[in-house]
């Protein structure tokens, strides 16, 4: 049972475009929404993260956007560049953020092409 | 400086054998945990100690044991590996928030690529 289903696997985009990744959830019990950002021979490290008492947050050219009633987050990449690429997982969590037990998603893997 | 460090980065190994994965974190993190990410990218977390104390231990073989001497380190020992063990091990940290504000973000390390052969 995956609880965080992430779309699409993989996505290629111009240089200057936006990329939009999309994740639904399950569990009405989840209360933080992280997406992290790795690249190869990396760990994943946190981009940006929303809770779900607000429907945006920014960050630079990143934006998480949530849509509680239909359980799914995205995140949106404005001026994509080619230093974006890389893998990108969004991620749930219970019990006021804790982030011990993040449940991620697959992954989508972005390619910006110059 | 590195913040989460993990020893080795690459391990290549034979069915049967054990061997242990080592990981520090200069944070001052109390909290700290293994994940799994397997071939397709899919990260799956394992264990989590805070203060040396476990508090997540989902569903894995007893082949494997994390180990915490203290906060600042957790290892994963691993009994009589099996091809399905190859995959690229993460150690990551936090700092486990009290209440509603939550936790600090997680700090992964840069990995450690098991291959069983």
């Known amino acids: 049972q995956q609880q965080v289903k992430q779309s699409p696997q993989s996505l290629i985009v111009q240089k200057g475009g936006i990329s939009i990744i999309n994740c639904a959830y399950e569990?009405?019990?989840?209360?933080?929404f992280p997406w992290y950002q790795q690249f190869p021979g990396k760990g994943p490290a946190l981009l940006i993260a929303i809770r779900p008492d607000v429907s945006e947050k920014k960050e630079g050219r990143f934006t998480i956007s949530f849509n509680k009633s239909a359980k799914q987050f995205s995140l949106h990449i404005m001026d994509s560049q080619p230093g974006d690429s890389a893998t990108y997982f969004c991620?749930?969590?219970?019990?006021?953020?804790?982030?011990?037990?993040?449940?991620f998603g697959k992954g989508t893997k972005l390619s910006v092409k110059p | 400086d590195t913040a989460v460090s993990q020893t080795p980065k690459y391990l290549v190994t034979q069915m049967g054998n054990d061997k242990s994965i080592k990981c520090e974190q200069n944070?001052?993190?109390?909290?700290m945990y293994w994940y799994k990410q397997d071939s397709k990218k899919f990260l799956k977390i394992m264990f989590s100690y805070n203060n040396k104390e476990l508090i997540i231990n989902e569903t894995v073989p007893n082949r494997f044991s994390p180990k915490s001497p203290d906060k600042a380190h957790l290892n994963l020992h691993i009994n009589s590996l099996e091809l399905g063990d190859s995959a690229v091990y993460f150690c990551a940290s936090s700092h486990r928030g009290l209440g509603l504000g939550g936790d600090s973000p997680l700090h992964f390390g840069n990995g450690t690529r098991l291959t069983v052969t």
């Open positions: 991620a749930a969590s219970i019990n006021g953020g804790s982030q011990g037990n993040l449940i």
């Open positions: 944070l001052g993190h109390d909290t």
């Open positions: 569990n009405t019990a989840f209360d933080y």
